[in-house]
Nanobody
Framework: QVQLVESGGGLVQAGESLRLSCAAS????????MAWYRQAPGKQRELVAT???????NYADSVKGRFTISRDYAKGTVYLQMNSLKPEDTAVYYC???????????????WGQGTQVTVSS
């Protein structure tokens, strides 16, 4: 099985920074794209940032210039550096990864359990 474990969430004031981490473990042959999503209360889950194995990155317009996604291929870990946080960034942040468990199999989509980020004004 595969697990994604997130860490780094918390309570901060507007303008401060947080760094989220997500480590993949288990029966992993290769990791393709990794991403961060978030879901605020009463809202749908939305894509925040993605990073491919290239790597190439993409960001939601609302976080461009403030958030940076990166990954450590050796550790199977993806990070989200969040700067200049705003109250509207408050949400549960979820890690997502497309992972192949063995050669010749189709990749599957995996999710972490989520980590709460709260930004006070």
């Amino acid at each position: 099985q595969v697990q994604l474990v997130e860490s780094g969430g918390g309570l901060v004031q507007a303008g401060e920074s947080l760094r989220l981490s997500c480590a993949a473990s288990g029966s992993i042959f290769s990791i393709n794209a990794m991403a961060w999503y978030r879901q605020a209360p009463g809202k749908q889950r939305e894509l925040v940032a993605t990073i491919t194995s290239g790597p190439s990155t993409n960001y939601a317009d609302s976080v461009k210039g403030r958030f940076t996604i990166s990954r450590d291929y050796a550790k199977g870990t993806v990070y989200l550096q969040m700067n200049s946080l705003k109250p509207e960034d408050t949400a549960v942040y979820y890690c997502n990864a497309v992972i192949k468990m063995s050669w010749g199999t189709m990749p599957n989509n995996y999710w972490g359990q989520g980590t709460q980020v709260t930004v006070s004004s």
